[in-house]
């Protein structure tokens, strides 16, 4: 077999047909959704989720699935997956008693995951043999595959914000009332962290000779979050000296812990404020509890699916010794080739880690390729092409107007890049990248909806902020300077 052959792999089992037919509700191409750089390991453990319509039963109770593919740094998804969230309204009778108790059913899962996750991390690994090292890791992946599912739950915001806004439909200020409506009562874990590191801030008088008691605050703090900075599997965790880089950008850190407090507030009594302009049933208020149950679930799915991977990158140390590699070579490698010692070789990782494309298109198939002439195939048969446009409109997340230089950051280490006052420009934002966002004047995203991560964190900080755009990353580029209209939803490059 020729080389380019070799890295054109295919994987199937039998399908089975317990699922909707793929006749009824799949059509049309796979379309660009979110930007995330990733090894091709978690990829391989994000799309096996996808390829198994088993796991759609066994967390959502309902026979389902969904085409979705990577390829480097993009995932597709087929329509429906946006149709998921209409098809469960439509097929549970009590859409809303189900949300009760699914919600539940996945923190479950995650908590169970996490529990075996943090035993595997603990694990004395000197006197296993590989045989040992490979059971773990089958089993942690099974597991894995089961709770990974939960990334589908993402499209229950489709339903319920339509529901709401029906609600909203005659309110002057729709959106701004959508977020009140939405706003999170639970902390994420990178709410969490943010007011842990203003607390530490608040009991630093000096940066010279920091007390004892200060250095085992930050210790705590990297042992509760630092795995935060480790997301996708590619990064280390955050370390001491960039917790104390952080803390020097930070001032008045009790005024802000206040305002903090106050944001809770102040929300709570709009809200309570607008459910009696609403004259608000019984049944609104279950709609909006499950809005903010979900706002709050977005991020808990990805921190947890991160978390649960940081924790086990001992393991697969471990096993990469066995095979005689390094950490970086075996997050390369797919789930079946770790299992099987299927190892491959250095120019082929390096082939992976440039670009690789893997795709589910039916049930219990995948199909890999890390041969740029076979994913270019591939992309144009199965995928939309990316439509970009110079006009740059989104919704508004925060209002406010400011001026300031872009900063593109597509990853954790283009990070480095942003200095105080620039305008921040993602795809989309992770709780790994609040470091970038404390520094920044604004926030503009390719991607999100009013209850998205970064409308969250902009509505924390109180900066202008404006998602949804499409092309951001694409358009704008690093030093372009632009006004961020978060009044009207705009960005205007700015004439020097």
Known sequence: MGFRERRVLYHSKQANNYFVKMEDIHAGKLQPIVTRRYCLLAVDLFI?????????EKVFDCKYYTRTCYITPVFYYGPEAAQFGDFLVKTKPDFLKYLGQLFPKIYFLGEELLKKSLVIRNIDYSNLKKEELLSIF???VKDYD???????????QFPIEKKLKLYLSHRKNKEEELAILSFPEKENFSALEAKNLLTIRNNINSFEDLPKSILDEIDLHIKQ???IGARGMMEGSWTKEDILARLKTIDN????LKELSELKKINHNKMQHLLKELNADEQLISWINYAKELVYFRTYRTDYLNFILFNVKPLLQNIANCYGLSYQEIIYHRIDEILSGNIVSKKETDFRRDCCALFTLEPQKTLFSSDIIEINKLKEKYCEEEIFTSELKGSAAYSGKVIGR???????????????NDILVMPMTTPDFVAGMQKAAAFITDEGGITCHAAIVAREMKKPCIIGTKNATKVLKDGDLVEVDANTGIVRKVTQ
Request: charged share 20%.
């Open 225 to 227: 979050f630092g795995w």
């Open 253 to 256: 850190a009790d005024v802000r």
């Open 48 to 56: 096996s989720t996808y390829s198994h319509p088993e796991n759609f």
């Open 406 to 420: 872009v900063r593109v950051v597509v990853d954790k280490p283009d990070l480095i890049k942003v200095h105080e």
């Open 146 to 156: 089961l709770f990974a599912i939960s990334l589908m739950g993402f499209n229950l």
């Open 138 to 140: 089958s089993d942690f």
